[in-house]
């Protein structure tokens, strides 16, 4: 079964630093692969989404991905962290099998001043 | 456009009882997709809902049901509630549905069962 495991549910970074979240998926290359972020007390938004089109994506608010097939990864990047970016980042996949939508379980980004 | 209103935001139940969720999608989006948010479990997969036909499910009880009605609009109902069904339940819209489209979501409502 397709699964997705995001390394670290918490990550902290300062401002202006290099942001990374990882995010492993299990080896059966997916259709589709997304990054949300959720602020609290509010929904998931999408910040990008792979659909094998390129290999690396670019998301909103300056952030991007890039799948590894070799690696099984597709981690979220972003070149200089801003107090905002603090929120719960999830990758999701969807299901080979069934088309149903996985998600990790999550990591919060702390940014520190 | 306004965007997916679920409602209502907070709810407070006792066990056994019954409760329903309400999820208006964004206009013209004709998929909805209920989710199961807790800390332990994290974002589940409840069941996605297509021009009123049930289109996916995920690994729920029974207890579990939804419904889509002609308007697109969606309601899910939890019967028999239990102390592990606190959670926070997120709905999502989208034009066609997952894969394919990008999914909007609701703020959700956070339900906590005593």
């Known amino acids: 079964a397709q699964s997705v495991t995001q390394l670290g549910s918490h990550v902290s970074v300062s401002e202006g630093a290099l942001v990374l979240l990882r995010c492993n998926y299990s080896?059966?290359?997916?259709?589709?692969l997304f990054w949300y972020v959720q602020y609290p007390n509010q929904g998931l938004q999408l910040l990008l989404k792979y659909t094998s089109a390129a290999t690396l994506v670019k998301g909103i608010n300056g952030f991007e991905a890039e799948f590894k097939k070799s690696e099984t990864s597709f981690h979220l990047t972003k070149p200089s962290a801003h107090m905002s970016d603090a929120a719960e980042y999830f990758c999701?996949?969807?299901?080979?099998?069934?088309?149903?939508?996985?998600f990790g379980k999550g990591t919060r980004l702390h940014i520190l001043p | 456009k306004a965007g997916v209103t679920q409602t209502p935001r907070y709810l407070i139940k006792t066990r056994g009882q019954q409760v329903t969720l309400s999820c208006s999608p964004i206009?013209?989006?004709?998929?909805v997709s209920w989710y199961q948010q807790t800390p332990g479990q994290g974002l589940q997969f409840l069941f996605e809902y297509f021009s009123e036909t049930q289109r996916n499910k995920g690994n729920f009880p029974g207890r579990f049901s939804g419904r889509q009605f002609s308007n697109s609009r969606s309601e899910m109902n939890v019967s028999t509630l239990e102390l592990g069904d606190s959670a926070l339940y997120l709905c999502a819209s989208s034009l066609v549905g997952q894969g394919a489209d990008i999914q909007y979501f609701g703020a959700g409502t956070r339900l906590s069962v005593l």
């Open positions: 206009s013209g989006h004709r998929s």
């Open positions: 080896s059966s290359v997916p259709p589709y």
């Open positions: 999701a996949v969807i299901s080979n099998r069934d088309d149903k939508i996985i």
